[in-house]
Each structure stands twice: as C-alpha cells, then as structure tokens.
C-alpha cells in the first residue's frame, strides 16, 4: 500500500485504522491481535485513537494487543488525541462536557495514553478540537516538553479551521505536521472554508473523519444521498469496483491532497474496500460529478 510522508522520519499508510468506534466491537483479546495483525499484513500500519474513543477504554483494548504482542510496536504507528472532558464511568476525574487544553490536562492525558497503549511514545498527538478558551502558550509548554522527553514524536489538530490552525502554529516550538477533518463525498465543507487549502499551502497532511458519511451513504434515503448513492453506482459500473464505498474513499484518495481515509470498521471485508480504494483512478469528470451530486447543482 502507498504510503504518505508525514516528516522526514515518519509516513503513514494511505488507509488508516480507526478505533472511534471500539467498545462495539466485543472482540476476544485473541481476535484482537488477529485483526490488528491482519491489518497490518494487508499494509495498514496506522492506528487512529482518542483518549475518549471507546467510553475511555479503546486505547486500553488496544494496549493489551500491545502487551500480548510487543514486536506490533515498532511495525506500526500510532495516533491519540486530547482536549475533549464528558462524564463517563471510565473516565472519574473528568467532572463536566467540555474542553480542556490546558498544560496540565494535555499531560495528565498523555500519561493515561501511554499507560492504556503500553507504549513508551505516541508517533503523532493531536488536539481534538479547537478550544474557545484555549492558550496557546501552554499548548506548547505542554508539546516542548513531550518532545524533550520522547514521549511524543510529533503533534497536529483535529477540526481547527485555517485561522485556529494559523494562530496555535504562530507559537509552537514544534510544526503541525496533520489537520484531522471530516471529509466525505457528503461532507465537503472543508473544501469551502479553505481548510484543505491550508493544509496544501502548509505542506500539512490530511486525515479524513467519517469518510462513508457515518454509513448515510448505504441507508439514509434522504435526497442528497439518494443522489449520491445513484451516482456513486454509475461511476462503479463505469469503473468495474465492487462497491459504492470504494468510489467514496476513491473520491478522498484522488484528490491532490494526499487525504488519508480513516476506516473506523471492525469488518476485514469493509476494510479490504478501502483499500481496494487505493487502485482506483478517477477521472477529474468523475470527480466533479460526485462533488455535483453532494451538493445539488452543477459547479458555476
């Protein structure tokens, strides 16, 4: 599988796993490793995670993949976020919904990570989501130190739109080497609020959230994916794909942008489908046609 170049001394696999949706799964330990393993056989070596992903739990299911298997360590590569308090049993010292991206919550946040992982450094950390009160210059009190120290190798954000991405950047000691957005053949927002093209001006790589629209593109008979679906089906038949869902991840994969598609299924035959997605070349038609079909009329 392809592989993009995040930094001199770090690149992600084209298709990423994601563990948002974890503590459904009810995966054995056992059937756990096989899975991780069999992504990593079929070259998918990045792991998407979140310090809340799972009720708090994901990233300890996967640590104890880790743990049963420590040679999994250096064959992959691993993202967390942070930032992100709600109430949940798991989680006793979050007292309230909101965000945190105080110093010393990112550290206590990266502790618990390590610790849940069994790992000894996380390759990439991300802010979850931009933080109306947040400041800056703890944000990178917080980064210089992790670095310093090895626990963390390299650092991005999640949803910052260009200004919020512009403005943490401004006084960091260290890059923002990804943005974590959603974007699907459903979601372009992020192409009008010109948060690609940040990314792009950048040189800041692109890691897509709910790149099948959270399933709407299978099941919702709502009018625009109805349209979507209808579309999506052409362009299969025309490319002789298997499935709607390759078209979609195809449509992230083509673009210029070097997107990174998270797949966040615990199904090895939905995953085979983005990474079927990897061979697909659209044509710039193709392209646009979907991009028509997501938003109901024609490009001007």
Request: aromatic share 12%.
């Amino acid at each position: 599988m392809e592989r993009i170049k995040i930094t001199n001394d770090l690149s992600f696999s084209r298709i990423i796993h994601g563990w948002w949706r974890a503590e459904y799964w009810n995966k054995s330990l056992d059937e756990r490793v096989e899975f991780i393993e069999k992504c990593i056989e079929n070259g998918i070596t990045t792991f998407d995670h979140a310090d809340i992903y799972g009720g708090g739990i994901a990233e300890e299911l996967f640590g104890e993949v880790l743990k049963t298997k420590p040679e999994i360590r250096e064959k992959i590569e691993i993202v967390t976020k942070c930032g992100i308090k709600f109430i949940h049993p798991n989680m006793p010292k979050n007292d309230g919904h909101y965000y945190d991206t105080s110093y010393e919550h990112i550290m206590y946040t990266v502790e618990k990570s390590l610790k849940g992982l069994n790992t000894d450094y996380i390759d990439l950390l991300l802010i979850h989501r931009p933080d109306m009160y947040m400041n800056p210059e703890e944000i990178n009190k917080a980064f210089t130190e992790l670095k310093n120290s090895g626990k963390v190798k390299n650092f991005g954000v999640s949803n910052f739109l260009p200004e919020q991405f512009e403005m943490l950047k401004s006084y960091l000691e260290f890059p923002l080497v990804v943005n974590q957005l959603e974007i699907s053949v459903a979601c372009y927002d992020n192409f009008k609020n010109f948060s690609i093209d940040n990314a792009m001006k950048n040189r800041v790589k692109l890691m897509a959230w709910s790149p099948l629209a959270g399933g709407k593109l299978f099941t919702s008979n709502e009018e625009k994916y109805v349209r979507l679906r209808n579309t999506l089906n052409e362009i299969k038949n025309e490319i002789g794909a298997n499935g709607i869902d390759e078209i979609a991840y195809a449509w992230l994969i083509n673009h210029p942008a070097n997107i990174m598609p998270i797949c966040g299924s615990g199904n090895l035959e939905r995953i085979q489908s983005a990474i079927n997605s990897t061979n697909i070349k659209l044509t710039r038609k193709q392209w646009f046609k979907i991009l028509d079909a997501s938003r109901g009329f024609e490009v001007d």
